[in-house]
T-cell receptor, first 111, second 115 residues
């Protein structure tokens, strides 16, 4: 499985866009990029995933570079409720495959 | 739908005691798994199951047993609790048939303390 590298922590002002980077330089052609987040003491929550095209849903946008070696999760208008640990995971999109979580990025949204 | 339900939410055990953490899902998901999360660390996979009657080990299976007699339930058993098993445990499930995205649905967690 491709390894991912994320900053340990980041701050973002409330109302501004939060841009969370993830490096996955060893990603394979059939591996997807997944993002989950974990708000304090809760179970992780799925956010978004993509293969090579940029993706957007009601929660966030995912920008994947053309060489697929890095990606950025964008929360367009961060709120205090977005304070959480964000996990970037790279995995083949085979339904039976397990997901392995690293330590993620702790995002703190500041009022 | 209730999603993934874990019980109990909190439990305190003494060293050597046994207990079972319950996990149930009502989404007819084929895949279920258990993770543990220790302070400052990410989630580590304990055991998983791709369907009723099928279980397999994850990254940290020692000291834990699982079974999957029904699609809905995936209990995690601690046979002889140790202080090193003090942790927060999360159960998760996902659909695998037809094959789709690795979108796990997690339970709210069970916080276990072993004295």
């Amino acid at each position: 499985d491709a390894k991912t590298t994320q900053p340990t922590s980041m701050d973002c002002a409330e109302g501004r866009a939060a841009n969370l980077p993830c490096n996955h330089s060893t990603i394979s052609g059939n591996e997807y990029v997944y993002w989950y987040r974990q708000i304090h003491s809760q179970g992780p929550q799925y956010i978004i995933h993509g293969l090579k095209n940029n993706e957007t849903n009601e929660m966030a946008s995912l920008i994947i570079t053309e060489d697929r070696k890095s990606s950025t999760l964008i929360l367009p208008h961060a709120t205090l409720r977005d304070t959480a640990v964000y996990y970037c995971i790279v995995r083949v999109d085979d339904g039976a495959n397990n997901l392995f979580f690293g330590t993620g990025t702790r995002l703190t949204v500041i009022p | 739908n209730a999603g993934v339900t874990q019980t109990p939410k909190f439990q305190v055990l003494k060293t050597g005691q046994s207990m079972t953490l319950q996990c149930a899902q009502d989404m007819n998901h084929e895949y279920m798994s258990w993770y543990r999360q220790d302070p400052g660390m990410g989630l580590r996979l304990i055991h998983y199951s791709v369907g009723a009657g099928i279980t397999d080990q994850g990254e940290v299976p020692n000291g834990y047993n699982v079974s999957r007699s029904t699609t809905e339930d995936f209990p995690l058993r601690l046979l002889s609790a140790a202080p090193s098993q003090t942790s927060v445990y999360f159960c998760a499930s996902k659909r695998t048939n037809p094959p789709g995205a690795n979108v796990l649905t997690f339970g709210a967690g069970s916080r276990l303390t072993v004295l």
